[in-house]
């Protein structure tokens, strides 16, 4: 009896230490010290704890490294999205927002936290969507689109590029299926501008060109008419009255 209940007092403290590593503690150690086969295992398994602990640990500081260094991708991808003068989101097919930048955000005069999660409708009105509406359709059905679109803001018309690019899912059902979009839309206003300004030089400049030829054109002519008229009145200055009727018609052809 003694050396049955000294033999089940060693099981009953393996299987406890092992409850407690089971539990999570990986701390806890058996303390098995004997030279028969009860103390090998005991020794093995706090050994094997030993190990799951060092190697949790390990584990533990690569996950860490791992997070801050996705952190700090994160954060650069942000900065460096929001610096970029582009206005960019993304788009679930139900037509939630699932990514805003900076720019894009202030395209629609909202917060970028404000955005996200919500419906594209809500965002940028009725007006909006009913010019927008046909080619985000086309998009989701799985073409890149481009168009412009023009709208009131602060006291001047500013003018928009965007280019709607499919995003297809990745992987079990939906491999190869259209799950959203991406958005990326540039502010052409000043470019339309210099654009008008361009064209309505190069007619001006039509115009001189136009203008000038005219004038050379005429000036032949008249060169004609008032040599000839020149020629007239040294002939015909005898004629009487003739030149009453000849240096008017010079005086106005110069």
């Not at 650069?76 to 960019?88: E, F, S």
């Not at 412009?148 to 297809?168: N, S």
């Not at 079990?172 to 501008?193: H, P, R, S, W, Y």
Request: glycine content about 10%; aromatic content about 4%.
């Amino acid at each position: 009896y003694i050396a049955v209940g000294r033999l089940v007092r060693l099981l009953r403290r393996l299987a406890d230490t092992a409850a407690q590593v089971r539990a999570g503690d990986l701390d806890a150690q058996s303390d098995t010290r004997r030279g028969d086969e009860i103390g090998l295992l005991g020794t093995a398994f706090d050994g094997m704890v030993r190990q799951l602990r060092d190697t949790v640990a390990t584990l533990d500081s690569r996950v860490r490294d791992r997070t801050a260094a996705l952190a700090a991708a994160e954060t650069r991808q942000r900065v460096i999205l929001d610096a970029i003068p582009a206005c960019i989101a993304g788009l679930d097919r139900d037509g939630r927002l699932t990514f805003a930048n900076l720019r894009w955000a202030e395209l629609v005069g909202r917060d970028k936290a404000e955005v996200i999660g919500r419906d594209l409708a809500s965002v940028v009105g009725r007006r909006a969507m009913a010019a927008l509406g046909s080619h985000l359709d086309r998009c989701l059905a799985g073409n890149v689109v481009t168009f412009e679109y023009a709208f009131p803001r602060d006291g001047r018309e500013m003018v928009t590029k965007t280019t709607l690019i499919p995003h297809r899912g990745e992987g079990g059902l939906e491999e190869g299926a259209v799950t959203g979009l991406f958005v990326l839309t540039l502010d052409i206003t000043d470019e339309k501008q210099t654009e008008r300004q361009l064209v309505e030089a190069q007619r001006l400049k039509a115009v001189g060109q136009l203008s000038g030829g005219l004038a050379h054109d005429f000036n032949n002519l008249l060169s004609i008419i008032i040599g000839n008229l020149s020629a007239a009145r040294d002939r015909y200055a005898d004629v009487e009255g003739l030149d009453a009727y000849l240096e008017p018609a010079q005086r106005a052809g110069r």
